[in-house]
């Protein structure tokens, strides 16, 4: 079985980069690639606000969320509240890790009362820079959150009562087995560096999939999938730390 591609989305937002995120959205109509998305629900981070607000945005995430898109709630605010690193280890900025149980539990419950109320609350959670801790999974939990789309691995494995499938880098490997998250930050990426990407996303179309379908991947061996996520923690670890 070949490497399977799940392709993330990072920081949408009304004010997004919307003419470099264009293509993504024509390659995916053209060849039905069901993305999945981090939608901020009430974003304050400025620098997020990149184009002109899209006026339609709720309407156009629902009709996205028809043809088969996961969206994923990233964070509330999207505005760092901590530098903890989190369960993770990555990063040094959180919007949630650190913070008391009760505060995440509000900030997330927030969040998800808008989804809910646009209709696009699919339970799927994103943390903003990865950064997470056992209290923001309680909450997630307790808010009826079934997956998070964060962790180490190349198969989807349960932390803590919720489905956690991994996302490594934003480069694939075409290991050949599991299914490699793909995240992508449209606001700044080059034009270069989104034709390169679409050339991968036709190139590779047979082989992506959408957020339901890459947590139902499993390992061939249960050994497999526990030892692929530990190297590559270790790989990881070893390439931020060399990274400084
Ligand atoms: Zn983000």
């Known amino acids: 079985m070949p490497t399977r591609y799940l392709i993330r989305f990072d920081d949408i937002t009304p004010g997004m980069a919307w003419s470099k995120f264009k293509p993504f959205e024509t390659v995916s109509d053209e060849l039905s690639l069901p993305y999945l998305i981090g939608v901020v629900p009430d974003c304050q981070d400025p620098s997020l606000s990149v184009e002109q607000e899209r006026a339609d945005f709720w309407p156009w995430l629902r009709e996205k969320s028809l043809k088969g898109?996961?969206?994923?709630?990233?964070?509330?605010?999207?505005?760092?509240?901590?530098?903890?690193?989190?369960?993770?280890?990555?990063?040094r900025k959180s919007e949630f890790a650190g913070l008391?149980?009760?505060?995440?539990?509000?900030?997330?419950?927030?969040?998800?009362?808008?989804?809910?109320?646009?209709?696009?609350?699919?339970?799927?959670?994103?943390?903003?820079?990865?950064?997470?801790?056992?209290?923001?999974?309680?909450?997630?939990?307790?808010?009826?959150?079934?997956?998070?789309?964060?962790?180490?691995?190349?198969?989807?494995y349960d932390l803590d009562g919720l489905v956690a499938l991994p996302q490594l880098l934003a480069q694939p490997l075409g290991l050949g087995f599991g299914v490699e998250t793909i995240c992508?930050?449209?606001?700044?990426?080059?034009?270069?560096?989104?034709?390169?990407?679409?050339e991968f996303l036709k190139a590779h179309h047979s082989s992506i999939i959408g957020f339901g379908e890459?947590?139902?991947?499993?390992?061939?061996?249960?050994?497999?999938?526990?030892?692929?996520?530990?190297?590559?923690?270790?790989?990881?670890?070893?390439?931020?730390?060399?990274?400084?």
């Open 69 to 91: 898109w996961t969206i994923a709630q990233h964070g509330y605010t999207h505005v760092y509240a901590t530098k903890e690193r989190g369960l993770l280890g990555i990063g």
């Open 100 to 156: 008391s149980y009760q505060e995440q539990f509000d900030r997330l419950s927030a969040g998800k009362d808008i989804l809910v109320r646009e209709g696009v609350w699919h339970g799927v959670f994103m943390a903003p820079s990865h950064s997470f801790d056992a209290h923001t999974l309680k909450a997630l939990k307790a808010l009826d959150f079934s997956a998070l789309t964060d962790g180490y691995g190349f198969y989807a």
């Open 184 to 198: 992508l930050h449209v606001n700044t990426m080059s034009d270069a560096a989104i034709a390169h990407r679409i």
């Open 214 to 244: 890459a947590i139902s991947v499993e390992a061939p061996f249960d050994r497999v999938e526990r030892v692929t996520r530990f190297m590559s923690h270790i790989a990881l670890r070893s390439y931020r730390l060399l990274r400084g």
